[in-house]
Structure formats: C-alpha cells, structure tokens
C-alpha cells in the first residue's frame, strides 16, 4: 500500500503549559477510510490541523507522499488536503453559493470558462446544483454542508478531513453526507477519507480507528477489534456503538454464538 | 414558570418580499415542572419558539405568555421589564461554545451575573460554584477560554448561564460536539440542576437524549405542533416522517415487530435480552 501522510515523532503545544499532542507516529494510506476517536480534549482536532498543515507542530515531521513538508512546501498539502468544518456557517465567503465554490479556484487561477464547467460539474455530483445561485444563509445544514464538501472536490483533493462535520445535522442532514462521502469513494477509490467524530456508530464503519487520550496514540486497529477492550474505552470517556452493546448481551445470554454487526443481518437471525 | 403560546404565528421579515412563515398558530402551555425537549429537523422552528420566549423575538401575532409577561406584537419592550424577565432565563446557544469573549475563564462566567445583579460583590463566588458543577476545577479560573478544548467551552459557556441562577434553562443543543461521557456528564448535571426546581426546555437532535432525561416532548415540523406528549410513547411509533431519528432500542424493538416477534415493557439492551429469552 502506498502511504499518502506520515507523521514522525510529532508534538503540539498552544501554549508552554502542556503539550496538546505528545510524539504522534502515524502512517495513513492512500484510500483508506480511517476516524480519528477520543474524548473532548484528546487532540483529535489539534490533529486533524497538523495534517492538513493548518498548525506546525512543535517538533517532528510530516511526510506528504514520501516528501517532507516544511516552510516552503506546505502548498503541497494545502492543494491536495481538504477540510470540511464542523460549523458550516464559519467557512462560507462568498455572496452565492457558486460564488464560495468559486472561491478556492480562483486562488488557483483557473480560467473563467473552466471554472463553470468544474462548478457544475461537481455540484451536479453533490446533488446542489440547483442551489448554485442562492445564497449560503439561506440553506438548511446538510446543503451547507454539501456546498462546503463540494468547494473542496473541485479542487480534486486526495485527502479530506471530516472534522466533527456531522455533528450539527439533523438526522436526515446526516444522512445525506453519510451517503455523499460514500459516493465519493465509491467514485475515486484513491481518495483518503479522514473522519474526526464522536459518532462511534459512524466510525464503527470506517477501515480504522485511531483512538486518541490526551495528546497521544493508544489504539490504532479495526473497528471490531477497537471496541472489543469496552473498559479501556469507557475509561477514555468514550462509549460502544449501540450494535456492538446489543452483540455484546446476546453473546453472554448465548441468544446467538457469534456476533453479527450488520443490523438487518442480526434481526434475522434472532427472528429464526 | 408557565409559559403559554397563543394563536401564536410568527414570521420573518414580515414586511418585505422575503417574508417567510416560521411558526403558525402554535397553541401550547409547557408544563413548568418538566423538562420539556422541542424536537424536529433543520428549519422547524424550534429555535424561533424558544427565542420568543425570552423576548428575543416578539409575534408576528398572537400572543407568549413567559411567567405572566405577555408578549405580542404591538408590545413596547421596555428595558426594566425585559431585564427582569431575563434574569430568570439562562438561555444557552447553539456553538454558545464559541461566544466567549474574556480573557480568563472566571471572568467570562463572573459576566452574565455582573450585568444582571450590578450591586452584587459575590459574583466570583458564585462563578466558581458554577465552574465546580460544570466539572472545571479551581485551575481553569485564570486560563483564556481559547486555550480550552470545544468540550471545556462548552462547559463554561454552561457555567455562565447557570452561574446567575434562573428559573428557567432554555438549551439550545446542549450535547453537540461532546462524547459520550461529556453528553452523559452535562445531561446528568442538567438533570441535577432540574431536581433543585430549575425548569428545564431542551432543543436537541438527540432522540437518545429525549427517552432518557425528557419527561415531555413537543414534535415541530412545518411550523406546527405535529405532536406532544410523553417521549416514551411518542418515539415508540414511526417518528422518521417527521425527520426524526427513532432511538436504536426502538428501532431495534420496531425491526423485529415486523418479522412478527413483539416485545412488550423493552426499554434498553437488558429489558430487550430479558424479554428475547422469553420469547424463546
């Protein structure tokens, strides 16, 4: 597997008090679906801006596809790594939606011509372009979202981070994004998806999780074996995924002799 | 506090072209020993209700009764009244994480307290108190809120608006953003703070939340009261029409009523394992 970001030994402090990251090892690959746990205060965020290259850490390095990211060379991560907020209100510039997918290429100075034909496009795929001329204020949480999600598609990323993107949506908003990142990697299959959350049913289905506990790396694993240690977790301030709570009893009351994480799956199984 | 809405309709720039109706003829009394969640999707209302309460907003017509002061459209908001009424209302915002301004925690919390008791020399005291309830202790006092985590914001952001002690706690999302044990922690602290007699009106996505702690609940779409009643029956039937999120107990109780297996008295994991062996 080709490793698209490392970090080496890395460290991060706001202030001189205490360090918010503490020597960070991490090799993410190229296409990997992967949510970055723990509990508020756990450097998740802190994170998720180090990649991206939004904060310099304190010492260490970070490698972006094998090259090493320093003061001159952080264009090389800014074009290629995109970050959707968890505020959507708190990322919109432009006075119509086109206007603010525009924004970003501007900065690239993409030709005018080609600039609509890359806004429709994607905003075709997102499922907003009948919204491109309205303004961002105006539209529900999911759509801000969308519009956020597609500003940053436009610019075709190999990266994007999820940052708590989810966790002002209404069910209904969260699915749509729920659905829409599935789409995009059921598109581009190369595409990194990062997710920082606190939805573990969300991070259930991700490839890996990372958990995080003040400032430092404790687990690193596949969702399944993540939640096995629910003890450590509970410890961290974090929870299990209710389907893993729910697998977990029947297990230990032998009303099934295996766990089943698919929902449809396991009602089936209990129906028989 | 009894709060009342009457043919209450209420509109956004009512006046102009871009008029559009948020709440129409919304009828309700809260019940003012409960706590009272307001539910439904992006868009419904909910935040325009409880802004009306506190006289953020004022009707379009009808009228909102908040303890005794009526508001309606024609109302002259005098500032004594309004003042009078808002110190018995802590109203915590939406990303409320984000409104701190002061250059140390204390004096963030001290605020709401100053401007509304000016003559009051124990206003730190009384910050500290909230800062020991929200779960900050003594060594956040002098931090700058910036340095602080989205949770720890969030808990001080709680900390001012309990710190004044209302009668009254309007939240609007108090849980977003905050793990598991954080929602549990703020929602158990909100529950302990209700049994002292504080009246408690929850805005929240969160149907989880709802079943546990709400003891009523008001469904909101199209800017109509769609349903209310208890959280337990309400959230039992198909809520998903109104773009609600059934808790997973029920939707896992819902899934297998449908293959024709019903569990009846189920109202977490352990009930539900109980009642399966039963079954057989």
């Known amino acids: ?272 | 506090m009894q709060i009342e809405f009457k043919n209450l309709y209420f509109n956004y720039n009512n006046n102009s072209e871009f008029k559009v109706t948020v709440l129409k003829n919304i009828n309700y009394l809260i019940n003012k020993n409960n706590i009272t969640a307001i539910v439904g999707k992006t868009g419904s209302g909910k935040s325009t209700l409880t802004e009306l309460i506190n006289y953020f907003l004022k009707p379009t017509s009808g009228q909102v009764i908040t303890d005794g002061f009526i508001s309606e459209n024609s109302t002259k908001l005098k500032f004594k009244v309004v003042n009078k009424l808002r110190k018995k209302i802590g109203y915590l915002f939406q990303f409320s994480e984000n409104q701190l301004f002061e250059d140390t925690v204390i004096k963030d919390v001290s605020f709401g307290v100053k401007n509304f008791y000016p003559k009051d020399d124990g206003y730190e005291q009384k910050s500290k108190e909230a800062l020991r309830l929200v779960g900050l202790d003594e060594s956040f006092d002098s931090r700058s809120p910036f340095d602080l985590s989205g949770g720890e914001k969030k808990r001080v952001a709680i900390a001012g608006v309990i710190a004044y002690k209302p009668d009254l706690l309007i939240l609007d999302e108090p849980t977003a953003g905050l793990d598991a044990q954080g929602k549990k922690e703020i929602m158990d602290l909100f529950k302990k703070i209700h049994e002292t007699g504080v009246q408690i009106i929850l805005i929240t996505h969160d149907m989880n939340v709802v079943l546990e702690y709400a003891d009523e609940m008001i469904v909101l779409d199209n800017g109509s009261i769609q349903k209310y009643g208890s959280p337990k029956e309400i959230l039992k039937e198909n809520v998903e029409k109104y773009n609600l999120e059934t808790p997973h107990i029920y939707k896992t109780i819902n899934a297998l009523k449908e293959k024709g297996i019903v569990l009846n008295n189920v109202t977490d994991i352990p009930s539900l394992v109980t009642e399966l062996k039963k079954h057989g």
Request: aromatic share 6%; proline share 3%; net charge neutral.
């Open chain 1, 1 to 272: 597997m080709n490793e698209i970001i490392k970090l080496k030994n890395i460290s991060y402090a706001y202030s001189n008090t205490r360090d918010a990251l503490t020597d960070i090892n991490l090799t993410i690959n190229k296409g990997e679906d992967i949510s970055i746990i723990g509990h508020n205060g756990s450097g998740k965020s802190t994170l998720a801006k180090l990649i991206a290259a939004l904060l310099k850490p304190k010492s260490g390095n970070l490698y972006f596809n094998n090259v090493e990211i320093n003061n001159k060379n952080t264009n090389l991560i800014r074009d290629k790594v995109g970050m959707v907020f968890q505020n959507p209100d708190n990322q919109f510039i432009g006075i119509t939606v086109a206007d603010d997918i525009a924004f970003g290429l501007e900065n690239r100075r993409i030709p005018r011509d080609k600039m609509s034909q890359i806004i429709e496009e994607y905003s075709k795929k997102t499922g907003i372009y009948e919204l491109l001329n309205k303004e961002p204020a105006t539209l529900s949480g999911g759509q801000k979202q969308r519009v956020a999600i597609t500003g940053i598609l436009a610019m075709s990323p190999e990266v994007i981070i999820f940052d708590e993107a989810l966790a002002m949506l209404d069910p209904r908003g969260k699915n749509e994004i729920l659905k829409l990142i599935k789409d995009i990697k059921k598109n581009n299959s190369d595409i990194t998806i990062i997710r920082i959350t606190h939805d573990l049913d969300e991070a259930f289905y991700s490839d890996r999780i990372i958990v995080l506990s003040e400032g430092k790396i404790v687990n690193d694993n596949t969702p399944t074996e993540v939640f096995k240690e629910e003890d450590k977790l509970i410890k961290l301030g974090l929870d299990l995924p209710f389907i893993v709570k729910l697998n977990k009893e029947l297990l230990k009351e032998g009303l099934i002799d295996k766990a089943i994480y698919d929902f449809d799956l396991l009602i089936e199984k209990l129906c028989k």
